[in-house]
């Protein structure tokens, strides 16, 4: 991990963000957490002292901007970039409103433009940087009932691709990581729903998600983790442009 020594993490506090986070901290890097909500950042970063917590919406180009800032002054320029922050709603697409539709796509892909952004002309100038996009398998296959999501997720996944393009010879590495089901608060919450509208049992949802995995298991937020620092280290350095499926085989 030579020089890299900062990251950012967004949705850092929880899932599948904290793993990432602690992950980078293992690996030596001060990491910059945030989410909107300073609770779940603090709690977070009572177990890492390498965990700096600041509230910022990703939705916000100036409240990315202060965070970007604050972080900068404290710890140095950001040289890892994890685009983390996420939403799910789901829906029969017919039912989609338009509003939950803009949402989906302003945190999942406007949010992810705008959490990268900031950093691309410095790590440029300094010819060292690593881009890791939390995507998902929802961005390289289509679900039903999550329109928006998949939409938003293949929409990161163009991103991802462009920026790879155009930092290819700036020593920066741009790539998307595309988990299965992880085991967080977020497929807690998909559970309950599917229990709410199908009347099946938890466990059934639960087993229903758990078959889309052909190693009929959820993935840990860890290994998403490992995933991520492994990008981030020096001998993954030709690595750029792609989207890493995480999901025991479901996508490749
Ligand atoms: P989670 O536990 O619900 O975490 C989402 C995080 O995003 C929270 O820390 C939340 O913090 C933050 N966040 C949401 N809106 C934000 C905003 N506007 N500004 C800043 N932060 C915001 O979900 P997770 O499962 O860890 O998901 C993390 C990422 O993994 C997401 O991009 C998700 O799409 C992706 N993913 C998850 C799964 C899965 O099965 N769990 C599978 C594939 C991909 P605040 O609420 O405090 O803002």
Not at 124 to 132: E, K
Not at 160 to 177: H, I, S, Y
Not at 203 to 225: K, S, T, W
Request: one cysteine or more.
């Amino acid at each position: 991990m030579t020089g890299l020594r900062h990251a950012l993490v967004t949705g850092g506090g929880s899932g599948v963000g904290r793993a990432i986070a602690h992950a980078l901290a293992d690996a030596g890097m001060e990491v910059t957490i945030c989410g909107r909500g300073m609770e779940a950042l603090e709690a977070a970063a009572k177990e890492y002292s390498r965990l700096h917590p600041i509230a910022a919406d990703v939705t916000d180009a100036a409240s990315i901007a202060s965070l970007y800032k604050q972080a900068e002054l404290e710890r140095g320029a950001i040289d890892v970039v994890v685009a983390n922050a996420g939403i799910a709603i789901s829906a029969p697409a017919a039912k989609v409103s338009l509003e939950d539709w803009k949402r989906t796509l302003d945190v999942n892909l406007t949010g992810a433009f705008l959490t990268v952004q900031p950093a691309l002309s410095g790590m440029m100038a300094r010819r060292s940087g690593r881009i890791v996009f939390i995507a998902s398998t929802a961005g390289l296959k289509g679900y039903g009932y999550v329109a928006p999501y998949v939409a938003s997720k293949h929409g990161v996944i163009g991103l991802m691709r462009a920026l790879a393009a155009e930092l290819a010879r700036t020593g920066v590495t741009v790539n998307a990581v595309c988990p299965g089901y992880v085991e967080t608060e977020m497929l807690e919450r998909s559970v309950e729903r599917i229990v709410e509208k199908t009347g099946r049992t938890p466990d059934e949802a639960r087993a229903g998600l758990m078959a889309c995995n052909p190693q009929g298991r959820f993935i840990q937020p860890e290994e998403v983790g490992s995933v991520v620092r492994w990008l981030c280290s020096d001998g993954s350095a030709s690595v750029t442009g792609q989207a890493l499926s995480i999901s025991g085989g479901e996508t490749w």
